[in-house]
């Protein structure tokens, strides 16, 4: 069995699906997570592949960017998909988040970076809220049309984990209304009721991220 270590800050974010994956498959992993309060980011910053996190570790190797490693566990433990077609799929739904997070981080950036409140607004207005209509259409577009429930074929993809988790997220920063997002709550519930998943997220430290 290979030795995994999963390197992120304290958060759900771009690492959650991962840590997700790993609960799924009943795979043990060191789950680190560093802060840049303390300066143990710093420490590590310059050993990483791409300055960035999370960073993967299999028996040494690093594997930087969230999508890859979610991508490689996700072939590992069982959850890309069931043929090529559906692999391609989850692959174009992670890839369609990930154009909605480009957007959603200006809106970030700016009320981090001291922006006046009309940029702000207007960032908002022009931006992330299209951005983040568009995103919602095309989850409920999906869903419309499954059978199983789940956004891929039959089964849990980690198309779905991405998916819930960003759903999650929104809903804690007040950008999600749950009664307004029948259908993509129903999915978080469906896929929070797995008992492994289950079981982590009643345990895993409750960030806002």
Same mark, same amino acid.
């Given at each position: 069995?290979?030795?995994?270590?999963?390197?992120?800050?304290?958060?759900? $974010?771009?690492?959650?699906p991962a840590r997700m994956l790993f609960h799924l498959?009943?795979? =043990?992993?060191?789950?680190?997570?560093?802060?840049?309060?303390?300066?143990?980011?710093?420490? +590590?910053?310059?050993?990483?592949?791409? $300055? @960035?996190?999370?960073?993967? *570790?299999?028996?040494?190797?690093?594997?930087?960017? *969230?999508?890859?490693?979610?991508?490689?566990?996700?072939?590992?433990?069982?959850?890309?998909?069931? =043929?090529?077609?559906? @692999?391609?799929?989850?692959?174009?739904? +992670?890839?369609?988040?990930?154009?909605?997070? $480009?957007?959603?981080?200006?809106?970030?950036?700016?009320?981090? *970076?001291?922006? *006046?409140?009309?940029?702000?607004?207007?960032? =908002?207005?022009?931006?992330?809220?299209?951005?983040?209509?568009?995103?919602? @259409?095309?989850?409920?577009?999906?869903?419309? /049309?499954?059978?199983?429930?789940?956004?891929? $074929?039959?089964?849990?993809?980690?198309?779905?984990? +991405?998916?819930?988790?960003?759903?999650?997220?929104?809903?804690?920063?007040?950008?999600?209304?749950?009664?307004?997002?029948? /259908?993509?709550?129903?999915?978080?519930?469906?896929?929070?009721?797995?008992?492994?998943?289950?079981k982590w997220i009643d345990t895993r430290p409750?960030?806002?991220?």
């Open positions: 069995m290979p030795s995994y270590k999963l390197t992120y800050f304290d958060a759900r $974010g771009f690492a959650e498959a009943g795979v =043990s992993f060191e789950d680190v997570r560093v802060s840049r309060e303390d300066g143990s980011w710093e420490k +590590v910053q310059d050993s990483t592949p791409f $300055g @960035k996190l999370p960073v993967l *570790s299999v028996d040494g190797f690093d594997i930087p960017q *969230s999508a890859a490693i979610i991508r490689y566990l996700a072939n590992k433990f069982g959850y890309a998909g069931k =043929s090529p077609e559906e @692999k391609a799929w989850a692959d174009a739904i +992670v890839d369609q988040f990930k154009d909605f997070v $480009g957007a959603f981080s200006e809106l970030i950036l700016a009320q981090r *970076s001291g922006k *006046s409140a009309e940029e702000i607004a207007r960032i =908002s207005t022009e931006i992330t809220t299209p951005a983040k209509e568009a995103w919602f @259409k095309i989850l409920n577009g999906i869903l419309d /049309k499954s059978k199983s429930g789940f956004l891929v $074929g039959d089964g849990l993809t980690f198309a779905d984990l +991405v998916a819930v988790e960003n759903v999650t997220t929104l809903e804690k920063n007040g950008f999600l209304v749950a009664s307004e997002q029948p /259908k993509l709550i129903a999915l978080r519930e469906k896929v929070y009721g797995i008992p492994a998943i289950k409750d960030t806002p991220f």
